[in-house]
């Protein structure tokens, strides 16, 4: 079943489109991820659909329930606030139980479910504590608790791990995807990193000044970008602005009548070697030569800026090999980790 | 030798500017509370020939000191109920919510600290004598909760922005109405800026002397107004009892609230 | 439609206070324009006439007054708050936020028995410099405009020096390195990066002085006195309401021109966040 779907929202500041005709669907238990860069709308479609912002066009359904026009309270999606937003002068208990005090629960009841909710969560020994009190984890993990408890038909989650640290961030990723899978709550997921979109979430879509460039599984927005942007703002690449003579000659297929292309490359995948050394390469793997310009030693591996002879660009590849400067060397870019577009 | 003379001189330097600024500060109310025990006091003594506990005890008793006194206290408690209660959805209003005409709004409730108050409150007096509410307390509360509103609104004002706004809309988001958003996060997260405005205005009213003079005397008189009726008569020492029992509420509570207040919030009052 | 019932929701709540105001400040205030002008049934001038036929020599020395009040309060808070910005001194932090609070007629009392010819000041300074007598500085300009200085010093500092603090001292140690005395970091980079919030404080010490009563009359020389004295004596003494709302009007029209910049600070100042 359709929990959440957006039918063509809009919403502009002056001049500038926050929302361009932005449509989005997720399925009942689903953890859709919004990425793009800040200023690209993300935060407008998340905090439109929980009915913080007035739209200038558009409509939003919950479960087939037109609610474009209810005010926030009467939407029954709960937002975790990138800060958090936990009140305070409650307890965490208190926090925790106001959603459901809201929902005139009976007192036994909302004891019952809140504890059920800490337990969950493991924060049960915080909760006479009051938020100044907590570290940043728990603070969220108490944002998280308030959100969930009143057991909304969606969870809208703002950058929920950017507050913090980034050793903590790595694990929290995967308790946070198994715990909502637990739980199987439809989920809307706003994020500018892409690297935890790719690993958390279940689609994923791209937005850049204000529109939905591609939705797809993480697989898929990974491996068929649909244009340039969505190209380059997943994974970590190079980018090589190239004539099609010079792309020509490496024998990748030109779309006609380009003056300019731009060439990505998932500087991730690619792998550097010396030269001649023999490589097996297919028919659509693509081989440079390059010379060693620059090195940066960052410990298991070094960052080496080279080169590229064909292309008269310099691309940055890690590598756990030793080379040395003006050494030759080739890199080879396999088959779906590079990218051409006009 | 050199460092040490160097460090004396700057001792005595020390000592002489903080005897002139305690003389600048102090020096005034020295005067005053002198004069409230003074029996008898001829030039050139620096202190009075006879001291009587007579003034203070007039505070106690039974007449005009203790009435003014309870009058302008009365006057303060229901000037603070009733500004407080007008400025707290005003305040609310300014700092959430979209206004028609905000900008003229926000010019009328500046206005009566960019302008003289006096013929404002001369023209209040003369209204209020038509209708019957010169030389009436309630006369008086009303000119007060007037002139109070204007401070008290804008610093509750200020205690209501500086809540983050995340707070109210995780509460509406969670399904409270904004009635109930406001009585559960920020009304209680304001109670340090109300209590701050409260006090302000309890202190403004207990002192407040034209609005009070003009509608309430000569037929009742407020602390204030006896203080001056006093000291015009030269009566030093029933007008310096009265100064001095003003004085302390304001000089404990300025601890209490100062930290509150930004200038700007407490400007255009006195008198 | 939401917009509307949000306008609609935010004008209710104003309301009780928009009543207050009209009723009790926004009224008397026509009222004071409209008397300006009318003598006995007639509309007219002569109320003005009257005014600066009377007390013509009372307006110029109630806008000197308030000027070289001004002046020097500015001057004494800048003094204040550049030593305070720089070095912590409890005492002096204590001693400028004493009198915050005290009402300005205890003030008038106060400074009357300190400023006496036989008051407190005199007593204290004739047996330090061993004379005689000394003339009484209460009842004189001078006594007028120490009382004002006194009272007008403690608002104006806690604004310069908030305005002072909150600089960021990246740009006081900029100076610092380069060798700058502290005075010259004062003049040179306080006092201009501070610029609207000392014109606030200029504008807020010159209009509280000339609208303040209580001081004139405790404090004040019989003649020539301000403005608002001769207000009170022509509605206590005279019953002429008239010549008392035309000096009122003369009062406005004094501080218009700051009161206009005030009021286009503060509004800028004191708009909302909307959600």
Redesign the interface.
């Known amino acids: 079943m359709v929990v959440l779907k957006t039918e063509g929202l809009k919403k502009y500041y002056g001049d500038v489109k926050a929302l361009d005709d932005v449509s989005v669907e997720i399925e009942e238990g689903e953890l859709l991820a919004v990425i793009g860069p800040s200023g690209s709308g993300k935060t407008t479609l998340l905090r439109s659909v929980?009915?913080?912002v007035q739209l200038d066009g558009g409509k939003i359904y919950i479960r087939g329930r037109d609610v474009t026009d209810l005010?926030?309270?009467?939407r029954?999606?709960?937002?975790f606030?990138q800060?958090y937003?936990?009140?305070?002068?409650m307890t965490v208990f208190e926090n925790v139980a106001?959603?459901l005090k809201?929902?005139k629960l009976s007192k036994e009841k909302i004891r019952e479910k809140v504890e059920w909710v800490l337990n969950f969560l493991d924060i049960g020994h915080l909760a006479n504590r009051k938020p100044s009190q907590l570290s940043g984890g728990q603070q969220q993990r108490v944002a998280l608790a308030?959100?969930i408890v009143?057991e909304p038909d969606l969870l809208l989650l703002d950058e929920p791990l950017s507050n913090l640290d980034a050793k903590i961030r790595m694990r929290i990723r995967f308790e946070l995807r198994s715990m909502l899978k637990k739980l199987n709550i439809a989920t809307l997921y706003v994020t500018h990193d892409q690297e935890e979109a790719l690993s958390i979430a279940d689609r994923i879509a791209v937005m850049s000044n204000g529109k939905i460039l591609q939705v797809g599984e993480p697989r898929e927005i990974y491996r068929k970008p649909v244009n340039l942007f969505v190209a380059d703002f997943v994974g970590v690449n190079c980018v090589v602005r190239a004539r099609p003579e010079a792309v020509r000659k490496l024998g990748i297929a030109v779309p006609e009548g380009a003056e300019e292309l731009s060439l990505v490359i998932r500087a991730e995948e690619a792998v550097l070697s010396r030269y001649n050394a023999s490589i097996e390469k297919t028919p659509h793997d693509l081989l440079l030569n390059g010379v060693i310009v620059g090195r940066l030693y960052l410990g298991a591996k070094t960052r080496y800026e080279v080169k590229l002879q064909e292309l008269d660009d310099n691309i940055f590849i890690n590598s756990e090999e030793d080379f040395q400067l003006n050494e030759p060397v080739q890199v080879l870019v396999k088959e779906g980790s590079y990218f051409l577009y006009a | 030798m050199s460092v040490r003379r160097f460090s004396i001189l700057k001792l005595t330097l020390k000592v002489v500017l903080?005897f002139i600024?305690?003389?600048?500060?102090?020096?005034?109310?020295?005067?005053?509370a002198?004069?409230s025990f003074a029996r008898v006091w001829y030039?050139?003594s620096?202190i009075p020939q006879e001291l009587t506990l007579r003034y203070w005890s007039e505070v106690f008793r039974q007449g005009r000191v203790l009435d003014s006194l309870i009058l302008s206290l009365k006057i303060a408690l229901l000037t603070v109920g009733f500004s407080i209660a007008?400025?707290i959805?005003?305040a609310?209003?300014?700092?959430?919510?979209?206004?028609?005409a905000?900008?003229i709004?926000?010019?009328?409730?500046?206005?009566?600290?960019?302008?003289?108050?006096?013929?404002?409150?001369?023209?209040?007096a003369?209204?209020f004598g038509k209708m019957g509410l010169r030389g009436n307390m309630w006369g008086i509360v009303?000119?007060h909760?007037?002139a109070s509103?204007?401070f008290s609104?804008?610093i509750i004002?200020a205690t209501f922005?500086s809540i983050?706004?995340?707070?109210e809309?995780?509460?509406?988001?969670?399904?409270?109405?904004?009635w109930?958003v406001f009585w559960?996060?920020t009304f209680?997260?304001g109670i340090p800026g109300v209590i701050a405005g409260a006090i302000?205005v309890f202190?403004?009213s207990?002192?407040?002397?034209?609005a009070a003079f003009?509608i309430g005397a000569p037929f009742i008189q407020t602390a204030?107004v006896l203080?001056?009726t006093a000291?015009?008569g030269y009566n030093?020492q029933i007008?310096?009892v009265i100064?001095i029992v003003?004085?302390i509420p304001?000089?404990l509570?300025?601890f209490v609230i100062?930290r509150f207040?930004?200038?700007?919030y407490?400007?255009?009052i006195?008198? | 439609m939401k917009?509307r019932r949000?306008?609609f929701?935010?004008?209710l709540?104003?309301l009780?206070?928009?009543i207050?105001?009209g009723a009790?400040?926004?009224?008397?205030?026509i009222?004071?324009v409209y008397?300006s002008f009318t003598v006995g049934e007639k509309y007219g001038l002569a109320n003005y006439a009257k005014a600066f036929d009377i007390y013509w020599r009372d307006i110029v020395y109630s806008v000197l007054i308030s000027f070289v009040t001004t002046v020097v309060t500015l001057f004494a808070s800048v003094v204040v708050s550049g030593y305070l910005r720089f070095r912590n001194w409890k005492?002096?932090e204590l001693?400028?936020?004493?009198?915050?609070?005290?009402?300005?007629?205890?003030?008038g009392?106060?400074?009357?028995?300190?400023l006496a010819p036989?008051?407190?000041?005199n007593?204290?300074l004739?047996?330090i410099l061993r004379i005689e007598e000394l003339p009484g500085l209460s009842r004189s300009w001078i006594g007028l405009v120490w009382a004002f200085v006194?009272?007008m010093t403690p608002?104006?500092t806690?604004?310069v020096l908030?305005a002072f603090r909150s600089l960021d001292s990246a740009y006081i140690e900029a100076a610092q390195n380069v060798g700058a005395s502290k005075w010259k970091i004062i003049i040179d980079v306080l006092i201009p990066m501070c610029r609207p919030s000392i014109m606030?404080?200029f504008?807020?010490t010159f209009?509280?002085t000339?609208?303040?009563?209580?001081?004139p009359?405790?404090v004040g020389p019989a003649s020539p006195n301000m403005i608002?004295v001769n207000?009170m004596f022509r509605?206590n003494y005279f019953n002429d309401?008239g010549t008392?709302?035309a000096?009122?009007?003369i009062?406005?029209l004094i501080?218009m021109v700051?009161?206009i910049y005030?009021?286009k600070f503060?509004?800028a100042e004191?708009?909302?966040?909307?959600?």
């Not at chain 2, 600024?21 to 005053?32: A, D, K, Q, R, T």
């Not at chain 3, 009392?109 to 300190?114: D, N, Y």
Request: glycine share 6%; aromatic share 14%.
């Open positions: 929980a009915g913080f005010p926030p309270e009467k029954n999606v709960a937002m606030f800060n937003a936990l009140w305070p002068h106001y959603g809201v929902r308030r959100a009143v | 903080v600024i305690l003389m600048l500060v102090v020096g005034p109310f020295v005067g005053i002198i004069w030039w050139p620096p007008i400025a959805p005003a609310y209003a300014f700092a959430r919510y979209r206004l028609p905000e900008r709004l926000l010019f009328l409730f500046l206005m009566p600290q960019a302008f003289p108050q006096l013929p404002v409150f001369i023209n209040l003369r209204i009303m000119a909760t007037m509103l204007v609104l804008w004002t922005k983050p706004l995340e707070l809309q995780a509460a509406q988001n969670l399904g409270a109405s904004r109930r559960t996060i209680p997260l302000h202190l403004w207990m002192g407040e002397f034209n003009f204030p203080m001056y000291s015009a030093m007008a310096s100064a003003l004085m304001s000089l509570f300025m100062e207040l930004k200038a700007e407490i400007a255009g006195g008198g | 917009r949000e306008l929701v935010g004008f709540l104003i009780p206070a928009l207050v105001l009790l400040y926004v009224y008397p205030l009222l004071s008397t005492f002096l001693m400028y936020k004493l009198p915050l609070f005290i009402p300005f007629l205890i003030v009392h106060a400074m009357r028995v300190f036989h008051g407190t000041l007593n204290l004739t047996r006194w009272i608002y104006a806690l604004i908030g606030v404080a504008i807020l209009v509280r000339i609208s303040s009563l209580t001081i009359i405790m608002t207000m509605v309401w008392a709302n000096l009122g009007v009062s406005y501080v700051f009161a005030y009021l503060m509004a004191r708009g909302g966040i909307k959600a």
